[in-house]
T-cell receptor, first 118, second 112 residues
Framework: GAGVSQSPSNKVTEKGKDVELRCDPISGHTALYWYRQSLGQGLEFLIYFQGNSAPDKSGLPSDRFSAERTGGSVSTLTIQRTQQEDSAVYLC????????????????FGPGTRLTVT | GNSVTQMEGPVTLSEEAFLTINCTYTATGYPSLFWYVQYPGEGLQLLLKATKADDKGSNKGFEATYRKETTSFHLEKGSVQVSDSAVYFCALMASATNKLIFGTGTLLAVQP
């Protein structure tokens, strides 16, 4: 079946502009995750959704970052007033059920959105 | 806090050589441990996992054993191929959390 998809694949924006990144998880996956991969910081967790709620937002680096998920499916990560340090690859992942339920919790990753802030 | 430390790369090997990529972790409780691989131009893929002490994860000829006494999860393969060239990430998921904590990644380059 279809994997996790993300759009756009590449985004170049000017400093100070807002950007929206989209993630379509695998159908039927209730858990959705956002990570960021950057040269200086490696792979970092940003936020986790279970259904439409976000029980763990601990990785969001500042209040310029926000995310929402609607209908238990598509998620949007929004970065306001972008800064050069926001340049990174933003990865989305989904899994069938969260850990602790006795089911597989393998996270399936999308191809990422490469964000460049000039 | 929880963290993962893996060996710095790049690791350059000849085809059919033995591979070890070291990974150690710090975590409270009993985390699950993972190796993810990122092939050139592709997304992250789960390579193998282990969910409790002494478990051995294996896939595509790669193996890693969850060693609680040494807090390690070293990745090994007996005979690497050029197609194994990729970046390998060790990761943990602490109990009662839902997020993966990754190491910095190790670039493996296999030469024919």
């Amino acid at each position: 079946g279809a994997g996790v998809s993300q759009s756009p694949s590449n985004k170049v924006t000017e400093k100070g502009k807002d950007v929206e990144l989209r993630c379509d998880p695998i159908s039927g996956h209730t858990a959705l995750y956002w990570y960021r991969q950057s040269l200086g910081q490696g792979l970092e967790f940003l936020i986790y959704f279970q259904g439409n709620s976000a029980p763990d937002k601990s990785g969001l680096p500042s209040d310029r970052f926000s995310a929402e998920r609607t209908g238990g499916s598509v998620s949007t990560l929004t970065i306001q007033r972008t800064q050069q340090e926001d340049s990174a690859v933003y990865l989305c992942a989904s899994s069938r059920l969260p850990p602790g339920t006795g089911s597989s919790y393998e996270q399936y990753f999308g191809p990422g959105t490469r964000l460049t802030v000039t | 806090g929880n963290s993962v430390t893996q060996m710095e790369g790049p690791v350059t090997l000849s085809e059919e050589a033995f591979l070890t990529i070291n990974c150690t972790y710090t975590a409270t409780g009993y985390p699950s441990l993972f190796w993810y691989v990122q092939y050139p131009g592709e997304g992250l893929q789960l390579l193998l996992k282990a969910t409790k002490a002494d478990d051995k994860g294996s896939n595509k000829g790669f193996e890693a054993t969850y060693r609680k006494e040494t807090t390690s999860f070293h990745l090994e393969k007996g005979s690497v191929q050029v197609s194994d060239s990729a970046v390998y990430f060790c990761a943990l998921m602490a109990s009662a959390t839902n997020k993966l904590i990754f190491g910095t990644g190790t670039l493996l380059a296999v030469q024919p």
